[in-house]
Structure formats: C-alpha cells, structure tokens
C-alpha cells in the first residue's frame, strides 16, 4: 500500500511540476473530467431509472439500449413477465447506485473538497463493478429468457 501512494505521490508531482513550467491549464481539465464523471453517472443512473419505472408500468418490453443483453430482441423473448421479473430489480439497484455515487461525487467534489487517493480511486471502480455486474445478470438472463 505504502509502494502505491508512494507512487501516485510522484506522479501527481510530476504532472503538477510539467504543467507549472508549460503553462498549462492542467486544473481546468481535471475539473472538467470530474464533471464529466459525475453528468455521465447520474445521466446513466437517471436513464436506468426510467427504464425501471416505464417497465413497471408498462409489464411489457419496449426498445432500449440498456435492457436487453447482447443481440437479443424484445421480439424474440421467450418469457416477457419472466424478463421484467429478473431484470427490474437488478436494474433499480444499479439506477440507485449510480445516482447515489453522482450525489457522492458532487459533495465531494464542490461541497468538501478532498484529495484522497482512495475516493478518486473508489469513483472510477465502483461505476466500472457496477457495470460489470449488471453485465453478468444480463447474460445471465439472455440464459433464461432467450
């Protein structure tokens, strides 16, 4: 552990030194790729959740981009109700999960600002193991229902 901040020491050193002595506008970009962080998790985790609602009330599967797995069609589904079953509470908990990591990343980026290694970590692994769990379900599903 000591080796990996002893090593995001140095490279955060110098990044800061090679752009103090360019002139580069190194903080703005940063700025703007937390930003970006932040609109792309809660924009996915709100999607999600309209996704969640519009099947609840609809019991019947419409196009989507992240609903289905892979190639599978709502067309081809062998067992809608059975698809809605599965798919609505893993899709809630990740359109939960998404929007709580983008409040998480607005208060710590604008309201306490910390520089902590493991948080700027934490923010890029928990959206990616998000994903690739949401991921395992859906192939799990293609499976089931398809």
């Given at each position: 552990m000591k080796l990996f901040r002893f090593f995001l020491t140095e490279a955060t050193e110098a990044v800061t030194e090679g752009a103090?002595?360019?002139?580069?506008?190194?903080?703005?970009?940063?700025d703007m790729m937390d930003l970006l962080l932040v609109v792309m998790l809660l924009g996915f985790g709100v999607v999600a959740l309209y996704n969640v609602i519009r099947l609840h009330r609809e019991q019947m599967l419409f196009a989507s981009k992240i609903l289905y797995p892979g190639d599978c069609?709502?067309?081809?589904?062998?067992?809608?109700?059975?698809?809605?079953?599965?798919?609505?509470?893993?899709?809630?908990?990740?359109?939960?999960?998404?929007?709580?990591?983008?409040?998480?990343?607005?208060?710590?980026?604008?309201?306490?600002?910390?520089?902590?290694?493991?948080?700027?970590?934490?923010?890029?692994?928990?959206?990616?193991?998000?994903?690739?769990?949401?991921?395992?379900?859906?192939?799990?599903?293609?499976?089931?229902?398809?």
């Open positions: 103090e002595a360019t002139g580069s506008p190194l903080g703005g970009m940063v069609k709502p067309e081809d589904c062998a067992d809608p109700g059975g698809f809605i079953d599965y798919i609505v509470p893993r899709l809630t908990i990740l359109s939960i999960a998404f929007i709580l990591m983008g409040v998480v990343a607005i208060l710590l980026l604008y309201v306490f600002p910390l520089n902590i290694a493991w948080m700027e970590l934490a923010s890029v692994i928990l959206p990616v193991g998000g994903l690739i769990w949401y991921v395992i379900c859906q192939r799990k599903a293609a499976k089931l229902f398809w």
